[in-house]
Each structure stands twice: as structure tokens, then as C-alpha cells.
């Protein structure tokens, strides 16, 4: 298996852009996350989609931020206009059934500077 | 106050000690918990699981819940220095169950 695979793995933009980040899940997971790393903030749940439909966005910063997923292989993170405190690593995982009864699979992170 | 607090350290030891990592968190209703390990540019991995009060072991490494103190801990036996890394605490909460995560902490193995 392939695993968890994110596009693109470096951004960088200038403010004010529209950025989209990609994830294919693991064939099979019906959980998906979103998580966002910083130094200063460590590892925030964004949003979580469970059989494609999302059940939990409260860590979806504010309205410049929206998530998708269209299909079980495959969701995007918009962020419009993007902001240079956006500058993260946003990593997507998928799990098998719900969270608390299985490991989370990491993507490799898709690294965003905004200038 | 933080769903799930860590000692951020950083943290060293020599090589072969043993090497202790705490969590604290404050949902009660808190289950299931996890340690993941987070190498320096990588993602996070899974590396226990515990559910249960007590030990659980795993080959160097021993995870252990305290629910009615709210504490859970990493122990690493004879570590190596290939134990160097972020160490993430994490516990499942909220309305949706889902993983909130503690800030992390770094361990050095000292050869």
C-alpha cells in the first residue's frame, strides 16, 4: 500500500493567494484528518470527515478555510486568501473505522510558506 | 488549559538508560490514549496504544495509565540513539472522539 500521499510537499506563496493541498487516503479508511503543525502550536486537529461527510470542523481557524472531500480516495484544504500565519506543515491522516480504536496514518506533510 | 499537557523538555539521556515521557490530560471521559513518535522532518507514527489502568508493554517500550490521576506515561528501556525524536502524547476527546494531541516532547539519546 502506497500509504497516505499529499500534494504538494513544499508551497510557498505570496499573501493573498489561493492555496489548495491534496490528500489520497489509504484504500479502504473511511476516517480522515486534517492537522495543522507548528512550533508554536504543536498539532491541531483542522476538521475530520468520516465516510466523506465532515463531523468535526471546530479547528477550522475562520472562514478563509474550507475542506473537501468529494470521494473516499481523495479531499483538498483551500485556504483563500492565504495568510503568512498560515506558514505550517498540514498534514492529513486516515484511519480505519473511528479513532479511538485504531492508529492514525500520517501523509508526509505538505510544508506552507506564505510571504 | 490544554486537553493534553506534556512536558515539552527538551530531554536528554545517555545512551542505554531509561528514558521517561509524561502526559497529563483533563477529559475525564478520555478512553483511549496513544503515544506517537515524530522524527525531525517527518510525520507522526504510531508507536502505542494503551486503553486500560496499568502497563503496557511493548519490546524497550512500556506505556502506562493512571485514569483516576489523569497521567500517562512512555517509558523507553536501554535507549539508543535512534530513540531521538519528538514524542507526541495523545488522547482521543470532544464531541466526535476525535485525537487531540500534546505539544510534544524531544528526546535526546546521548551515544
Known amino acids: 500500500d502506497a500509504g497516505v500521499i499529499q500534494s504538494p510537499r513544499h508551497e510557498v506563496t505570496e499573501m493573498g493567494q489561493e492555496v489548495t493541498l491534496r490528500c489520497k487516503p489509504i484504500s479502504g479508511h473511511n476516517s480522515l484528518f486534517w492537522y495543522r503543525q507548528t512550533m508554536m502550536r504543536g498539532l491541531e486537529l483542522l476538521i475530520y470527515?468520516?465516510?466523506?461527510?465532515?463531523?468535526?470542523d471546530s479547528g477550522m481557524p475562520e472562514d478563509r478555510f474550507s475542506a473537501k472531500m468529494p470521494n473516499a480516495s481523495f479531499s483538498t484544504l483551500k485556504i483563500q486568501p492565504s495568510e503568512p500565519r498560515d506558514s505550517a506543515v498540514y498534514f492529513c491522516?486516515?484511519?480505519?473505522?473511528?479513532?479511538?480504536?485504531?492508529?492514525?496514518?500520517f501523509g508526509e506533510g505538505s510544508r506552507l510558506t506564505v510571504l | 488549559q490544554k486537553e493534553v499537557e506534556q512536558n515539552s523538555g527538551p530531554l536528554s539521556v545517555p545512551e542505554g538508560a531509561i528514558a521517561s515521557l509524561n502526559c497529563t490530560y483533563s477529559?475525564?471521559?478520555?478512553?483511549?490514549f496513544f503515544w506517537y513518535r515524530q522524527y525531525s522532518g517527518k510525520s507522526p507514527e504510531l508507536i502505542m496504544s494503551?486503553?486500560?489502568?496499568g502497563d503496557k508493554e511493548d519490546g524497550r517500550f512500556t506505556a502506562q495509565l493512571n485514569k483516576a490521576s489523569q497521567y500517562v506515561s512512555l517509558l523507553i528501556r536501554d535507549s539508543q540513539p535512534s530513540d531521538s525524536a519528538t514524542y507526541l502524547c495523545a488522547g482521543e476527546s470532544g464531541s466526535a472522539r476525535q485525537l487531540t494531541f500534546g505539544s510534544g516532547t524531544q528526546l535526546t539519546v546521548l551515544p
Open positions: 477529559d475525564r471521559g478520555s478512553q483511549s
Open positions: 494503551i486503553y486500560s489502568n
Open positions: 491522516a486516515s484511519s480505519l473505522g473511528a479513532v479511538n480504536t485504531g492508529e492514525l496514518f
Open positions: 470527515f468520516n465516510n466523506n461527510v465532515p463531523i468535526d
